[in-house]
């Protein structure tokens, strides 16, 4: 009986298949789209073509980082200390792109 309830206060909650099928399908159709934007001569010569493709692949990591990595049904603990990196990781990454945009190099 003890172990039943050792067990059961280890359970976590998981997706379940028809929610796999969902996310795998979103996934694809997300995928399908940045390809076919590339494609395009026009939107590749825009200026929105990256920031289209980098919101596509924004998108797509946190799909994959809450469903498959189970990270939507974690503690809010480890929430924390993956957005939290991630949110300090971004913010420099754009404080270099402001500090480093104008700079040619060559």
Known sequence: MSSDRAHADHAHEHPTW?????????LTLITIVEVWAYYIPSLVAS????PALLAMSAIKFSIVV?????LKYDHKLFKALFVGPL???A???VAF???FGNVRIG
């Open 87 to 89: 949110f300090i990781a």
């Open 66 to 70: 809450l469903f498959y990595m189970h």
């Open 18 to 26: 028809k929610q796999y099928k969902w996310v795998a399908l979103w």
């Open 47 to 50: 200026k929105g073509f990256v």
């Open 97 to 99: 792109l402001f500090l």
């Open 91 to 93: 913010c420099t990454l």
